[in-house]
């Protein structure tokens, strides 16, 4: 994409404009990075209060014939997923590596399964699924548009639009109207903070934006603050923190492998992974907390004792920590939290350690 | 009396005497957007024109801050690694990153008026 002419937009782009949002190139797309209010205010105004976010890039498909083959493309539990309830997935390849990860749903009632990947892999996610699975039908719907409303009182600002909607519990996914529109909304997100997902034509996304963004609580949030949330929860940005050269042990992605898959195995690449699982792997992803005030960004070397041990993967300021924040991996023997390090920033070596993550508590409503 | 010139970089230099005082634009901040970070340059150091002498960082992104002219650090504005909003707040007063000592007019002088620099900023 040289020009932005070659860009697309989502359905929002003229509210985007009219809002004041500051467009940068993202995946293909024509997005806001922020809003005149700023990432900074922008991010803690979603982590106190609430925030809109469009995510119409992602790629949104429906799975529908025998959708237990998914198995074979991620080693997560697609077979147990139970009606009403998402759940976070990754996409392997035959080499045992993360091809992207996505989540998938099972609406009550319905056969075929709901799924969201990534903007930057859609295309490629999507033939991959279509050649790997025998008598599946996958129908993408980029035509959909997506919006996030994330935040503690994000419940309260969408009740209004779509009543009953604070009964949903983290994870729980329901076809039902928002603003008048039919949308699918689950509450879910990529922020660490409790809130939904909101999928809705891509004809009624302006209208439902719009009808959103006149609640009180609610201020439009670009991608900038959108990364700074994600960070700062531990989530991986994939094409960053997990990519084809990653495997979901070293990734520290264990969580999302079905139990009776680590047994069974029958996924792309499960000898490799499972393999890892049993005898450990050479690196692995961690938080890191530099002790300064300096953000170490992606690409920084990590040192221990003067030897590269390892490369930041996600790295920057966290508005809510106040501080520096980043991930990185490193040879597993210093994956130890509390393990001091070095980062290797504009030719410096500035002391940081090893943390766990979220560097922020999660705000997920789990019950 | 002093005058203020400007880079095709975005930062601003203040020329009283032969010290110079340097900052980055107004323009240059709101493209950066939220300032959380910024190293100045050590008193003592020598700096030639157009070398790496500050680092500002936003949210988002890293930057470096160009010396314009050359000559030695006199003063670098310690108050900004505790306050980095200030660049925002006042980018081309209290936000200052450093002063220069030793600067030959003709190095200042080659550099951008308000007015070229207003033209420059229209064109991007």
């Known amino acids: ?367 | 009396m002093s005058e203020t010139r400007f880079t095709d970089s975005h930062e601003w230099v203040r020329l009283e005497g032969d010290t110079a005082t340097i900052g980055i634009t107004k323009y240059a901040a709101e493209s950066l957007g939220d300032v959380v970070f910024v190293e100045v340059p050590e008193k003592g150091r020598k700096v030639s024109a157009g070398a790496e002498a500050a680092v500002v960082e936003s949210v988002k992104a890293a930057s470096e801050v160009y010396a314009p002219v050359g000559g030695e650090v006199s003063e670098a504005n310690a108050a900004l690694e505790a306050k980095p909003a200030t660049v925002n707040d006042d980018p081309e007063g209290a936000g200052w990153f450093f002063k220069v000592k030793g600067v030959s007019s003709a190095d200042f002088t080659k550099l951008m008026t308000a007015d070229a620099y207003a033209e420059f900023v229209k064109g991007l």
């Open chain 1, 1 to 367: 994409m040289d020009t932005n002419d070659n860009l697309r937009r989502t359905p929002l782009y003229a509210l985007h404009k009219e809002l004041g949002g500051k467009m940068v190139p993202f995946a293909g797309y024509e997005m806001p990075v922020q809003y005149p209010a700023g990432i900074l205010k922008e991010h803690l105004h979603t982590r106190a209060v609430a925030g809109l976010f469009d995510v119409s890039h992602m790629g949104q498909a429906f799975l529908a014939g025998d959708t237990a083959q998914l198995e074979k493309a991620t080693p997560a539990d697609v077979i147990g997923l139970k009606d009403g309830m998402q759940r976070y997935g990754l996409l392997l390849t035959h080499d045992g590596t993360i091809k992207d990860d996505f989540m998938f749903s099972r609406l009550a009632g319905e056969v075929p399964l709901y799924l969201v990947v990534n903007a930057g892999t859609k295309e490629g996610d999507f033939a991959y699924i279509q050649s790997e699975l025998k008598g599946v039908t996958l129908t993408p719907r980029l035509d959909r548009a997506l919006l996030a409303l994330q935040g503690p009182q994000a419940v309260t600002a969408l009740e209004r639009h779509s009543p009953g909607i604070g009964k949903l519990t983290f994870m729980q996914v329901i076809r039902t109207t928002v603003a008048g529109a039919p949308a699918i909304i689950s509450r879910t997100g990529y922020t660490g903070e409790d809130g939904f997902e909101i999928s809705i034509e891509g004809a009624d996304a302006e209208c439902v934006a719009r009808a959103l963004l006149g609640e009180p609580e609610v201020l439009p949030i670009g991608l900038g603050a959108r990364d700074s949330l994600r960070l700062e929860a531990g989530l991986c940005l994939h094409g960053h923190d997990i990519d084809d050269t990653r495997d979901p042990v070293e990734a520290n992605l264990v969580w999302s492998i079905g139990k009776r898959r680590k047994t069974e195995g029958g996924f792309a690449g499960s000898d490799i992974v499972l393999g890892k699982l049993a005898n450990g792997t050479a690196r692995k992803r961690v938080g890191i907390l530099p002790d300064g005030r300096a953000p170490a960004r992606e690409g920084t070397e990590i040192i221990k004792d003067g030897v590269v041990i390892g490369v930041i993967t996600s790295g920057g300021f966290g508005p809510s920590k106040n501080g520096p924040v980043a991930m990185g991996y490193v040879q597993s023997e210093f994956a130890e939290n509390g393990t001091t390090l070095e980062l290797k920033v504009r030719g410096q070596s500035l002391p940081a350690r090893v943390a766990p993550m979220p560097f922020v508590p999660h705000g997920y409503k789990r019950s």
